[in-house]
């Protein structure tokens, strides 16, 4: 474990410099706002965005991802024998990713990388990703993430945790992959450690302060899942909802896909795309029959898998960082914060 | 149909509706040659087209 | 406007203690600032949950139009009522199981332009009047509410219910316009691949949630296009062509049926301005069929009835 | 497997109508590949996705049994855009498999002990696959008696028709053929809905019995309720669930009911499973 200063102007030429040998993702803003995304030659990650719209889980779950590929001519000789996809799994890193959102992708970790299965396009990306995490000085007034088992210097997932002060970084290299990348930019005036360490966490306990939001837990795990399931709130937690994807697309947790053939003559790829539970399309049966067919259902459903099945299934906690996104993009202000609340607080009657 | 089109900026003169009885092989076929014509003079079309690659 | 309030609690309490209605489908306060949440009371005493203020941007006659067969109160603004119009002309509800609690409408605040303008996240927000007082965690600003309605409202000439039961407040003058469309003027006078670029770049960062279509009362299909699978219309995936797909065909599906009511605005969470595609159709509706939506149960809109009069200059 | 994603390379070997209405088809397929088979080895009750590049993926029960070598066998419905492009397809078209994927019925727990095997529709391909397992002259020995029910909508609907009708000449197997009508005077089998002939012909049950039951939600509503009047514990009743799925390997999220991913957890649970989850299926 070692530190080091980042003199912010030496900042821009460093991260240039890592360039040749990195591909680089960040936050800019465009139009909509702050979005993570991979970086031009020419563009700076702005490093003092409060938050972007959507996660940073695109840098290793794009929402459309080519997986398989294969002809449908029959005069080619593999025709219809299908072949993984190429892609570009040279080392990449991701720049001011939040420290919650870098906990969100070890949550997203435990589906993709398993005992029995391993997705190989999400863990040969994750593989190849150096995560460069931003501490939150001044967290929103949305951010719950000390209360989800992270916060705003957690260093869960990262490879480097920056923290801002001011005229300078200062960088906490947690791994030797963080290591590996602070070399290619070329930081490598080391801070003394035992001091950087006690400015991280006065800066820590500062930031964690001010953070008046939070969620209890602590009694979900003691109910049974028929019994939260059974429970008559969901009908008015789903009443306002829409069923637009939006909570599932902007949380960083939220991993669920679709698989999808594209045909262009005779040239077939094969797709998975982000899907949402939100949608009733998600678990029709071909026959029509559908196991979620009402609203409630599909609401009572994320809830359930977020705050209940994960928890009971992986015993790490619930499957939310408390990032906000979804309280603050909900187009009906479907609040999380409240439908744990609910659930925490549920007892069943007799 | 053909005004939304145009004004997300397809030109206009890809875009044709006509109404032709069976009996009228002649207009059938001057308006296929006046729409082949302003297509070919607009060129090939890269907009709405689904690349692939 | 608490005038008002006080008075969509006292009619949706009576209502359903005389049993004239199931429920009655109405704003409640969020939990976030300048976040209000579509709610359905059944008692009088959670009556008091209703609310209203300048961000009640979402439409009503959405909620309305799911509730079929049962007898229910709406709190509707002035493009709410038209939506309700529309959805009793399409047979969408029936008349005489909706009572219809008219609100004369002071327009909706945009949250974007807000949030734009504080810089940061908000941390409170109050209405006094047209004056808006805005703060963030260290920044408290005084807005002028004119210079930060949502553009739909600042074009809005329908501001009163249409089609009410009650009115809860006094009508409020609707405004002149000497162009309803200068928006739409501006994209027209762009070259084609100028135009085509306006929309590329607008619906760049589109995430294909649906929270447009599933926010607007006309998108009542049973199955959408996107999602049919047999045939499959559209591809599933973020190629470009098939985002801009969806949304000019989800616009035109909405010609002649739109009240610009920006509910599609309102629910996007990357916050596109999806009206770009309808607002084109709703001027072509004026021009060509002297015809706005949902101002009167009596006609049919103009694509769903034919009339020797309708322009045909486009066929060949 | 080293891409779960990348299904092995098959041929359509032979396609055989499987009912009179032909609406289910029974599609032979054979490994590309040298090798492939091996790595495909899987046990009865599992399934596999069939995957038709340029169409799309479905998850099917394999209907063939580990003992029978060469080839693997599906018998297909047609109802959706996957089902209706393989029923259109030929002997020798190139498509792809992708599996074995979920568990199986039990076979460890179920070695000595006696078998009712109890299915609907066509819902009875894993149940054959099942059923030619057992009957192997390897593995009759490991089980005590075995009884089948089965019932379709009339005769021309019984899947494997040749086969049942063979092991109802065998002494080692206890067959219960049912239609719920047929005008077919030559019919010598019997007569009513599977729940009925449960009750009528099924054993009773005892601590060594174990039903494994498989068909569409309304036959399952009526035969569990049978079941328990003939003494079977909730354990003693093994299910085959079915959901709508992608990538059959437990990370696309859909197919679950409760914390439990049909596609990987089950899709065979015991009753007893199933009613500590939501009833989502």
């Known amino acids: 474990m070692k530190f080091i200063t980042i003199d912010k102007k030496d900042w821009a030429k460093g991260i240039d410099k890592s360039r040749g040998t990195y591909q680089l993702f960040g936050p800019v803003t465009d139009i909509n706002g702050c979005q993570i995304k991979a970086l031009d030659a020419d563009v700076q990650p702005e490093m003092e965005y409060t938050d972007s719209v959507l996660s940073a889980k695109s840098v290793l779950f794009p929402q459309s991802e080519k997986i398989l590929v294969t002809s449908l001519n029959e005069a080619d000789d593999d025709h219809h024998i299908m072949k993984r996809a190429d892609g570009d799994y040279t080392p990449r890193a991701v720049i001011g990713i939040r420290p919650y959102d870098a906990r969100a992708i070890q949550l997203v970790k435990m589906n993709f990388d398993t005992e029995d299965y391993r997705d190989p396009y999400w863990c040969d990306a994750y593989e190849a990703t150096t995560f460069v995490g931003l501490a939150i000085n001044k967290p929103g007034p949305l951010d719950f993430s000390t209360s989800t088992g992270t916060g705003p210097f957690s260093e869960d997932g990262l490879d480097i945790l920056l923290a801002d002060m001011d005229d300078k970084f200062l960088a906490k290299v947690l791994t030797p992959k963080g290591e590996a990348y602070a070399a290619a930019c070329g930081f490598n005036t080391e801070a003394d450690a035992k001091e950087s360490q006690v400015l991280f966490d006065v800066m820590r306990k500062d930031a964690e302060k001010t953070i008046s939001s939070s969620v209890e837990t602590d009694k979900l795990k003691d109910k049974t899942i028929l019994d939260l399931y059974e429970a008559p709130f969901w009908d008015d937690v789903a009443f306002s909802c829409i069923n637009c994807g939006t909570c599932t697309y902007v949380c960083p947790t939220c991993w669920c896909f679709d698989i999808q053939d594209e045909n262009k003559l005779k040239a077939s790829s094969r797709f998975r795309n982000w899907d949402t539970c939100m949608s009733p399309l998600f678990t029709r049966h071909a026959t029509g029959h559908n196991p979620r067919g009402e609203k409630t259902m599909r609401v009572r459903q994320r809830f359930m898998h977020k705050l209940k099945y994960f928890l009971d299934k992986y015993d790490s906690g619930i499957m939310c960082v408390g990032c906000g996104r979804c309280v603050k993009s909900c187009p009906v202000n479907i609040d999380i914060r409240q439908v744990c609340e609910t659930m925490n607080n549920y007892e069943k009657k007799e | 149909m053909g005004n939304l089109l145009e004004h997300m900026g397809i030109e206009k003169d890809r875009v044709h509706f006509s109404w032709i009885s069976s009996a009228e092989a002649t207009k059938f076929v001057d308006v296929v040659k006046e729409i082949s014509d302003k297509v070919k003079a607009l060129g090939p079309n890269k907009k709405f087209v689904k690349d692939y690659s | 406007m608490d005038t008002c309030i006080q008075k969509i609690r006292e009619i949706a309490g009576d209502l359903l203690e005389k049993g004239e209605v199931e429920r009655v489908i109405g704003f409640a306060e969020g939990s976030i600032p300048m976040a209000t949440s579509p709610v359905a009371i059944s008692t009088k005493e959670d009556a008091q949950k209703l609310c209203f203020s300048s961000t009640c941007g979402l439409n009503l006659a959405n909620y309305a139009s799911k509730e079929k067969g049962k007898k229910i109160a709406v709190v509707a603004k002035g493009c709410d009522s038209r939506n309700l119009v529309t959805h009793i002309v399409e047979n969408q509800i029936d008349r005489d199981n909706l009572y219809i609690i008219g609100v004369p409408c002071p327009g909706m605040v945009d949250k974007f332009k807000i949030a734009a303008e504080m810089g940061g996240e908000i941390t409170g927000f109050e209405e006094a009047g047209d004056t808006l007082i805005v703060s963030t965690v260290d920044d408290k600003k005084e807005l002028n509410k004119q210079d930060y309605l949502r553009h739909n409202c600042s074009l809005c000439t329908h501001k009163n219910p249409v089609l009410f039961d009650v009115l809860v407040g006094e009508e409020v003058e609707e405004q002149q316009l000497d162009n309803a469309y200068p928006d739409v003027d501006a994209i027209e006078a762009l070259t084609a691949d100028g135009r085509w670029k306006h929309f590329e770049e607008l619906t760049q960062n589109c995430i294909r949630c649906y929270a447009c279509r599933n926010a607007c009362p006309l998108c009542y299909c049973p199955t959408c296009f996107v999602d049919e699978s047999g045939p499959q219309w559209v591809g599933k995936g973020q190629d470009k062509t098939d985002v801009d797909t969806f949304h000019f065909l989800r616009a035109f599906h909405c010609a002649g049926r739109c009240t610009d009511c920006g509910a599609c605005v309102e629910a996007c969470p990357m916050g596109i301005n999806v009206r770009d595609f309808t607002r084109k159709l709703n001027k072509d509706a004026q021009d060509m069929f002297g015809w706005e939506a949902g101002l009167t149960i009596d006609k049919r809109p103009p694509l769903d009835a034919y009339s020797p009069d309708d322009p045909n200059d486009f066929i060949k | 497997m080293e891409n779960p994603y990348l299904p092995y390379p098959v041929r359509i070997d032979d396609i055989e109508i499987a009912t009179e209405d032909k609406s289910l088809k029974t599609f032979k397929f054979v490994f590309l590949n040298e090798g492939d088979e091996e790595k495909f080895a899987y046990q009865a009750g599992q399934f596999a996705e069939l995957s038709i590049p340029g169409v799309g993926e479905i998850p099917i029960g394999i209907a063939s049994s580990p003992v029978e070598k060469g080839f693997v066998k599906f018998t297909v419905f047609r109802t959706g855009v996957v089902t209706s492009y393989l029923h259109n397809m030929k002997v020798g078209d190139i498509m792809g498999l992708r599996g074995p994927l979920g568990n199986w019925y039990p076979w460890d727990k179920l070695e000595g002990k006696n078998v009712v095997i109890i299915g609907g529709g066509f819902a009875f391909t894993t149940l ?154």
Not at chain 4, 197 to 224: L, R
Not at chain 4, 225 to 245: C, F, V
């Open chain 4, 128 to 281: 054959r696959s099942s059923i030619v397992y057992m009957l192997d002259p390897a593995n009759r020995s490991k089980f005590g008696n075995i009884d089948v029910v089965y019932g379709a909508r009339s005769p021309g609907m019984l899947l494997y028709r040749e086969e049942l009708y063979e092991w109802e000449k065998r002494s080692d197997i206890n067959m219960h053929i049912t239609v719920d009508g047929t005008d077919d005077p030559d019919w010598k089998y019997n007569k009513g809905f599977v729940p009925q002939i449960v009750e009528e012909k099924a054993p009773q049950a005892d601590a060594d019995t174990f039903a494994i039951v498989c068909g569409p939600p309304i036959m399952i509503k009526f035969t569990q309720p049978a079941l328990t009047k003939l003494g079977y514990g909730p354990d003693q009743i093994i299910m085959s669930l079915e959901n709508r799925m992608k990538c059959g390997i437990g990370m696309c999220g859909r197919c679950n009911i409760g914390k439990e991913l049909v596609c990987k957890d089950g899709p065979v649970f015991t009753l007893e499973e199933i009613n500590m989850t939501p009833k989502e299926y």
